[in-house]
């Protein structure tokens, strides 16, 4: 898999931190199971919104040794989907024409493509990374 190149942002990941309680820098991570959990009781009450504050850094290294770096960035992909999911902009700029219009013309598959798109980005991105390299 990766050689160590960093393929994520520790700045970033601070910046969706502050959202953390609705579970943003968990996904952004490759933690969909524990971002799902932070969203639905606000990061453990806050409690491990708080602790996560301590632990971006180990995340933040877990993910660069998880994912492919390569043409695709990560940090460009996420905050398209954070900020402009639902109009697919993160699906154009990873060259998924087809459904990146499609996204535009239903709202992100009603939403529920963001939803998918959030559990699957790192994923997508790295497997991207790898066929171009």
Avoid: C
Wanted: aromatic letters at 20%.
């Amino acid at each position: 898999m990766n050689t160590g190149q960093d393929t994520h942002s520790k700045v970033i990941g601070y910046l969706l931190w502050i959202f953390g309680f609705l579970g943003a820098h968990r996904f952004y991570y490759g933690k969909p199971v524990t971002g799902t959990l932070w969203f639905f009781t606000l990061g453990l009450l806050f409690v491990g919104w708080i602790i996560d504050l301590f632990l971006i850094p180990a995340m933040d290294r877990e993910a660069d040794l998880r994912f492919n770096a390569g043409a695709i960035d990560y940090n460009v992909a996420w905050i398209l989907l954070t900020f402009l999911g639902i109009f697919g902009v993160h699906r154009l700029y990873q060259g998924k024409w087809i459904s990146g219009i499609l996204y535009l013309l239903t709202g992100g598959f009603f939403l529920l493509g963001v939803l998918y798109d959030f559990w699957t980005l790192n994923d997508q991105v790295s497997l991207l990374n790898a066929e171009r390299s």
